[in-house]
């Protein structure tokens, strides 16, 4: 019987890096490494349970990560910006990644990643501030700028640029909040502009399409999505999800930096971004090429379906 490939997986243990072991489960032509600083964390214990291999690895050590990668066919590199808000943190863990997978000999990398705004917007345009001295979307620009740390060192890498997750309607606070009247309001600094969005799951999916493909893919950004929609027509579908009605609330991106709450001003910015260059950034995420890699890609009222009552209505 021919040996299955391995496929590591960096943080195994969240979302975008659970997804993918998941759907190496139930696909069962990859065997999965899962890469966690905790391996003896429920977590982890869970991805033993679906047959995944789970060894210790820690992103701020390239020999703990060269150790893991060795002897696998593939790896899945992400960074958590959201851990550390840091982006020269950031670009340093992609660069340990990099050079990991450039030792240990990885011969199909996708990194998670997102384009550095800095190439249309420079950051002595007066239209947003400038963050952490250099940046106008840290967590965008940093991962943008790590490109790279692969591609300097031959790294076969297929660069995946990923859009906002619908989860973070139920896990990070994004979803509709009650107004005084009583309405529930969605709000985001988008205007009318379209919001690219997707499962968490369907980015797992997508992914083992991509490493199912192998060297087609190499050298490619892939942009992916379930569906672009309007703040408008979000709050539309989750009306007819929740059975009570959104309104949607194009805020300003200045009153949404205002807010205070850690990465607020990021996170201003990020939106301010997708609506001044909605064409450029919609464009960069084909849904028909990633129905080719995922054939069932969910769109939103899909997802609502099975998600909607998991949003919690303040």
């Not at 964390?41 to 349970?49: F, G, I, N, Q």
Request: proline share 4%; charged share 25%; glycine share 10%.
């Amino acid at each position: 019987m021919a040996r299955r490939k391995v496929i590591a997986i960096v943080g195994a243990t969240g979302a975008q890096g659970g997804g993918l072991a998941r759907a190496l489960a139930s696909d069962g032509q990859f065997k999965a490494r899962a890469l966690t600083r905790k391996p003896d964390s429920d977590a982890a214990k869970r991805l033993e349970t679906m047959g995944a291999e789970v060894v210790q690895a820690d992103l701020d050590d390239v020999d703990s990560l060269v150790a893991a990668f060795d002897g696998v066919d593939g790896a899945f590199c992400l960074t958590n910006f959201w851990e550390h808000l840091s982006a020269e943190k950031e670009k340093a863990q992609a660069e340990n990644l990099a050079e990991a997978a450039k030792r240990a000999g990885v011969e199909h990398v996708i990194w998670s990643t997102f384009s550095d705004t800095r190439a249309h917007l420079p950051i002595d345009d007066e239209r947003m501030p400038v963050l952490q001295g250099e940046y106008n979307v840290p967590h965008f620009d940093a991962k943008g700028e790590a490109h790279q740390y692969f591609t300097d060192r031959g790294v076969p890498t297929t660069f995946l640029a990923t859009s906002f997750y619908w989860e973070n309607l139920i896990l990070l606070g994004a979803g509709p909040k009650r107004a005084p009247d009583g309405v529930l309001v969605l709000a985001m600094p988008l205007g009318n502009a379209k919001l690219p969005g997707i499962a968490v799951e369907d980015i797992g999916r997508i992914a083992l399409g991509v490493f199912e493909r192998g060297p087609e893919y190499v050298g490619k950004t892939v942009g992916i999505a379930g569906e672009h929609l309007t703040g408008a027509e979000m709050a539309e579908q989750l009306t007819e999800a929740l059975g009570e009605e959104v309104r949607y609330l194009a805020m300003s991106a200045d009153d949404y930096r205002a807010l205070g709450f850690p990465g607020a001003d990021e996170m201003g910015n990020m939106f301010q971004f997708k609506r001044d260059f909605n064409e450029l950034y919609v464009g960069e995420r084909d849904l028909e090429e990633c129905r080719r890699l995922h054939p069932q890609l969910l769109d939103f009222r899909s997802w609502l379906a099975q998600n909607a009552n998991r949003i919690p209505l303040d």
